[in-house]
């Protein structure tokens, strides 16, 4: 069992920087493959960015890719994701989620255990 508590979101002007970190408790939480995802209102949940158990292998949304960087320090059990160059469309509730395998996915569906989510507003 893995629980998840996401912290750092808030409000920052478009163009500004932010940095959401996730606190994982567990024994197993080196183990899982980390993503982040997030939901705007009235739109679906949507993949953000991805990282394995090691942080060898990192994925990213096209959308982000560039801006964002995922890392994690596995001796903390957090991860984090680096937000930088922010648009006004970044604005959502940001969600880190574990899979328990080691290797990431893009797909909500993979991963078992989710935080109860980070309010990030990019004002223009």
């Known amino acids: 069992q893995v629980q998840l508590v996401e912290s750092g979101g808030g409000l920052v002007q478009a163009g500004g920087s932010l940095r959401v970190s996730c606190a994982g408790s567990?024994?197993?939480?080196?183990?899982?493959?980390m993503g982040w995802f997030r939901q705007a209102p009235g739109k679906e949940r949507e993949f953000v960015a991805a990282?394995?158990?090691?942080?060898?292998?990192?994925n990213y949304a096209d959308s982000v890719k560039g801006r964002f960087a995922i890392s994690r320090d596995n001796a903390k059990n957090t991860v984090y994701l680096q937000m930088n160059s922010l648009k006004p469309e970044d604005t959502a509730v940001y969600y880190c989620?574990?899979?328990?395998?080691?290797?990431?996915?893009?797909?909500?569906?993979?991963?078992?255990?989710w935080g109860q989510g980070t309010q990030v507003t990019v004002s223009s």
């Open positions: 990282i394995n158990w090691n942080g060898g292998v990192t």
């Open positions: 989620a574990a899979r328990p395998l080691p290797s990431n996915s893009r797909s909500p569906s993979e991963y078992a255990y």
């Open positions: 567990g024994r197993t939480f080196s183990t899982h493959a």
